[in-house]
């Protein structure tokens, strides 16, 4: 039987905002959501392999159920 070995985790380090500033970044963030639309046809301009990897490293920080 091998024992996984135990991670360090991190605690979160933020700054509370009042409950308007929350409400007011809340509002926002439902408005630029609002926007996203499915992406069925594609450019065909290029993009740097830096923006490609800073999206997947992105894409990698998501939770998961296997998290």
Do not use: H, W
């Not at 380090?13 to 409950?19: H, I, R, S």
């Not at 408005?31 to 290029?46: K, L, Q």
């Not at 993009?47 to 998961?64: D, F, K, N, Y």
Request: glycine share 2%; with cysteine.
């Amino acid at each position: 039987m091998s024992t996984a070995a135990p991670f360090e985790t991190t605690p979160l380090a933020f700054k509370e905002k009042p409950a308007a500033e929350m409400q007011m970044c809340a509002n926002d963030f439902y408005r630029e959501m609002n926007f996203r639309r499915t992406v069925r046809d594609f450019s065909s301009r290029p993009v740097s392999r830096c923006v490609i990897e800073a999206c997947l490293l992105t894409a990698g920080t998501s939770p998961s159920g296997a998290n």
